[in-house]
């Protein structure tokens, strides 16, 4: 379990410290201060652009649902349909929330009482934190989108059924004039 004791307040002070130490470092140190910021860097923008998709899926989950709820026969099944994309919207929403926990910037500083090994050990434990909520996002978002595209292929499949056999139905018994009435269907060649 990451350390979570170490309180940020962040002081003026306590940042021209930490700047002058980092200015100073050379060799090991300076790889070492430069590798934990490269992979707080790596997992930010993963986490970005996995928010970035899911903000289209909910996007367009969004305008289905209002487009099913202004007009239910536009899907076969419209309350299997609408639970499915509240189920969609819960896991990619879950998302979100542990992306946004990413975004919440929690920094060491080395300063006077603060160590580098101190300053080491705390930015890997935040690298570590954000790695398992990036994990948690990432499987999230899998799961939610592999559902948003089952469903609506599903939906797909049963629309070009429909579209498939719309040809096939029997003629209104009452057609008059007979101009008014389509014509027959055509026998498969």
């Not at 090994?117 to 499987?139: G, H, K, V």
């Not at 579209?163 to 269907?185: F, H, I, K, N, Q």
Request: charged letters at 20%; a neutral charge; one cysteine or more.
């Amino acid at each position: 379990m990451p350390d979570t004791s170490f309180k940020l307040n962040p002081t003026l002070e306590d940042d021209e410290n930490h700047f002058g130490y980092l200015k100073k470092l050379e060799g090991p140190e300076q790889w070492a201060v430069k590798y934990l910021y490269d992979r707080l860097g790596i997992i930010d923008n993963k986490m970005s652009a996995l928010l970035r998709l899911n903000g289209i899926i909910i996007g367009f989950l969004s305008l289905a649902v209002f487009r099913v709820a202004e007009n239910s026969k536009i899907v076969t099944w419209p309350i299997i349909f609408l639970s499915m994309c509240v189920v969609v919207f819960v896991v990619l929403t879950y998302a979100e929330i542990m992306g946004a926990r990413i975004f919440y910037l929690a920094f060491d500083r080395v300063t006077p009482s603060r160590t580098f090994d101190d300053y080491c050990r705390t930015a890997m434990n935040i690298t570590i934190t954000r790695e398992r909520q990036y994990r948690q996002a990432f499987w999230a978002s899998v799961g939610g989108i592999a559902l948003f595209i089952l469903m609506f292929m599903f939906v797909a499949v049963g629309d070009i059924y429909k579209l498939s056999t719309a040809g096939a139905e029997a003629l209104p018994a009452a057609c008059t004039p007979v101009a008014s009435c389509p014509p027959p269907p055509k026998p498969p060649a």
